[in-house]
């Protein structure tokens, strides 16, 4: 059950685990699809409002933290934020921070609905159609020598759907009788799909954008085979196209996989990404693109329940010692102050006393460009990149990085007792009731932080280190903070199972 709440939400509170296993998976699937949606601008537009601030990054970061510490919609936060980094839209080079919110709730209102509603709705947000370049794209003029903006079409097919390459439906690479990988799109593909785009603007940042029928391209297009009928409106355009890259036999395993990544394991077996697969194309009742059922499938595969990853690079046919995944930074911050059950000060508003950005690498809705923090695919040198392994998260975790983490985990542990209202606090009473006890320390420290999982070989370690501290006479302030900080260092920890 534990391992099942770290990949599912933001990591579990106190007593979350033993409420999961009375109420069991299915009824808790249920009540997280039901809840309503912790939205992140109306929070956000209070939190500045309570301080006397505009709506900046620090505040729309506050209510991110916010919703993703107290938020009872656990799943569907989970889903929105990995989501995010799929569709990517960033402060850097986009909207304001306003704008940001609204996009990100768009993301929580729809993480449960299909994956079609999810596309158009990204493709119309104007925030998107900032970052990406789709406002205001015009269908070509002759006399002032311009053209389509191509931005926004060449990414919903690299990015938002196909993907680069075509692939089996298992997520192996399609190749020529050459041996070479098989593109999902050619530049005419993006060049006509620009024109289907054409004829957007938008009001505000708070609806969605609208046409502008002497902007739009009404002529005949060609897009992956697929002819749009000259006349059409930009409205008869733009489904169309949502329909041609929805159903696209590509885009269920390119998002599948992405799903996968973002949200269970960096290498899932073939088999794995199979069965998602086969989900999304159908949800058992002729749905295409369900995401219900398809995070289900995921979060519920017999892969991911047995501990089962790609087979190591002997071919042994073992189960791998590569499951799981590398935890983000965030997401590890996360799952600590949900472990700790952390407080704000401020009785009006939560503040990003975490700063995300400046001690993560990462920040929602502030990755550096379109393709994310990170590669999907990406491995670091050495044993992970020789057996042909993946790692993405690996690729933020500079030496700088992992050190303002710990440093930011030591803050955060050591600020339980804090009365500063920009700060968050939390109550350690008992784990000052235990830590003369080294065993019943332990015990709690392996429940709260673990869900009972903890290793033989670290449980023996703290136990040590607790031994060590109490022969020096440190205080018992002193032993919790150290062995707290100990336990977010280890890899059991900042390692997702």
């Given at each position: 059950m534990a391992k099942f709440?770290?990949?599912?939400?933001?990591?579990?509170?106190?007593?979350?685990?033993?409420?999961?296993?009375a109420m069991g998976i299915d009824a808790w699937f249920g009540e997280q699809f039901r809840l309503a949606p912790s939205l992140h601008r109306p929070s956000a537009e209070a939190f500045a409002s309570a301080s006397g601030t505009s709506l900046g990054e620090g505040v729309r970061l506050s209510a991110w933290w916010a919703n993703t510490l107290e938020g009872k919609d656990q799943l569907r936060q989970r889903v929105a934020y990995a989501l995010s980094q799929i569709f990517v839209v960033s402060r850097s080079g986009g909207p304001?921070?306003?704008?940001?919110?609204?996009?990100?709730?768009?993301?929580?209102?729809?993480?449960?609905?299909?994956?079609?509603?999810?596309?158009?709705?990204?493709?119309?947000?104007?925030?998107?159609?900032?970052?990406?370049?789709?406002?205001?794209?015009?269908?070509?003029?002759s006399v002032k020598n311009t053209f389509p903006d191509e931005n926004y079409a060449r990414e919903v097919m690299q990015l938002f759907s196909l993907g680069l390459w075509?692939?089996?439906?298992?997520?192996?690479?399609?190749?020529?009788?050459?041996?070479?990988k098989i593109p999902t799109y050619t530049q005419e593909d993006v060049e006509e799909l620009a024109r289907v785009f054409t004829g957007w603007r938008k009001d505000t940042y708070l609806k969605p954008m609208y046409s502008v029928s002497r902007w739009h391209d009404t002529g005949e297009k060609k897009v992956l085979g697929q002819v749009f009928a000259q006349g059409q409106t930009a409205e008869q355009d733009l489904e169309q196209a949502i329909d041609l890259l929805v159903n696209h036999p590509n885009t269920p395993i390119f998002i599948s996989i992405l799903l996968i990544k973002r949200l269970t394991i960096s290498n899932p077996r073939r088999s794995y990404i199979d069965r998602v697969v086969k989900?999304?194309?159908?949800?058992?009742?002729?749905?295409?693109g369900d995401m219900e059922a398809v995070i289900k499938a995921i979060l519920l595969d017999e892969d991911v329940l047995a501990g089962k990853a790609m087979a190591d690079y002997q071919n042994t046919g073992k189960s791998s010692r590569n499951f799981g995944k590398v935890k983000e930074p965030i997401v590890a911050m996360a799952n600590l102050c949900r472990a700790l059950d952390v407080k704000s000060n401020d009785p009006e508003?939560?503040?990003?006393?975490?700063?995300?950005?400046?001690?993560?690498?990462?920040?929602?809705?502030?990755?550096?460009?379109?393709?994310n923090f990170y590669e999907p695919d990406y491995a670091p040198k050495g044993e992970i990149n020789d057996k042909l392994l993946s790692s993405p998260e690996f690729g933020i975790l500079s030496m700088d990085v992992v050190r303002r983490i710990s440093n930011r985990m030591w803050i955060c542990i050591a600020s339980s007792q804090?009365?500063?209202?920009?700060?968050?606090?939390?109550?350690?009473?008992?784990?000052?009731?235990?830590?003369?006890?080294?065993?019943?320390?332990?015990?709690?420290?392996?429940?709260?932080?673990?869900?009972?999982?903890?290793?033989?070989?670290?449980?023996?370690?703290?136990?040590?280190?607790?031994?060590?501290?109490?022969?020096?006479?440190?205080?018992?302030?002193?032993?919790?903070?150290?062995?707290?900080?100990?336990?977010?260092?280890?890899p059991e920890f900042r390692c997702q199972e």
């Open positions: 709440l770290y990949r599912a939400t933001f990591g579990p509170k106190p007593g979350e685990i033993e409420s999961l296993s304001d921070s306003q704008a940001l919110a609204e996009y990100y709730d768009l993301l929580v209102q729809h993480a449960f609905s299909n994956f079609r509603d999810i596309l158009k709705t990204v493709t119309l947000s104007p925030a998107m159609g900032k970052y990406l370049t789709l406002i205001g794209s015009k269908k070509a003029d075509q692939l089996h439906s298992n997520g192996m690479p399609k190749l020529d009788s050459f041996g070479n989900v999304f194309k159908d949800n058992g009742k002729g749905i295409w508003r939560w503040w990003d006393f975490a700063s995300s950005q400046k001690n993560y690498g990462q920040a929602p809705l502030r990755a550096p460009s379109v393709f804090s009365t500063n209202k920009k700060k968050w606090s939390w109550d350690r009473s008992e784990y000052e009731r235990t830590v003369s006890q080294p065993d019943e320390y332990v015990a709690l420290v392996n429940e709260r932080l673990f869900g009972g999982l903890m290793s033989s070989e670290l449980s023996l370690f703290l136990k040590g280190m607790l031994e060590g501290l109490e022969l020096n006479n440190k205080s018992a302030d002193r032993k919790i903070k150290d062995t707290l900080f100990a336990v977010q260092c280890s």
